[in-house]
């Protein structure tokens, strides 16, 4: 899989998949959550209410229709709250395993993902982006490229740095 990262607006992606950096509750919140719900539209949180009446539990991925973003899936993903205390590293990089092995069951070939946890959750940002990349790529999967999307010149920086 072709790892690559472009600086954006993660909702304006033109890929087969969004990934949210979602939280347990799945019925929208700030940041990245914001934004897809925004751009997608009602049908987003009407699909979230359907399919994860209980949520999401920290570390798992499960999937939405994208409704009016270009992408056709959203892939929500709960990553551990660093500023709340969760801390296990395991949690995080379980977001993007688990992302990759739903993209797989949809039929994705390309995916994009936010840098999870790294903002109101408060992950040490190179932390976040190591664990990122590591993890895009130890899985094996079908997908054919996974799209860090960096918010700002210095995740940008940051990512081209690691990869
Ligand atoms: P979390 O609660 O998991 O930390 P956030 O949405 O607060 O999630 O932030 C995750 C990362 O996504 C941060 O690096 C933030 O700067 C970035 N981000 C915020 N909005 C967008 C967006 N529209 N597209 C891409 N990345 C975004």
């Known amino acids: 899989m072709e790892i690559e990262v ?8 033109q890929v087969d998949v969004v990934v949210n950096a979602a939280n347990r509750a799945m019925r929208g919140g700030g940041g990245v959550d914001g934004a897809i719900h925004r751009a997608g539209g009602p ?5 979230c209410r359907r399919r994860f009446p209980e949520g999401l539990a920290t570390g798992d991925a499960g999937w939405t229709t994208a409704g009016e973003m270009p992408a056709q899936w ?5 990553g551990p709250n660093h500023r709340a205390g969760e801390t296990d590293r395991a949690q995080l990089t379980s977001c993007y395993r688990r992302a990759l092995e739903v993209a797989d069951e949809l039929g994705a070939r390309s995916i994009a993902f936010p840098l999870v ?3 109101v959750y408060g992950w040490p940002r190179e932390d976040a982006v190591d664990a990122a990349i590591e993890t895009l790529r130890s ?3 079908s997908v054919e490229l996974a799209r860090i ?3 700002g010149r210095a995740s940008y920086d940051l990512v081209a740095q690691r990869l």
């Open 6 to 13: 472009v600086e954006g607006d993660i909702t304006a992606q």
């Open 74 to 78: 959203v892939i929500h993903v709960v």
């Open 43 to 47: 049908a987003v949180l009407d699909d």
């Open 117 to 119: 946890s790294a903002g």
């Open 139 to 141: 899985t094996p999967t």
């Open 149 to 151: 999307v960096a918010f």
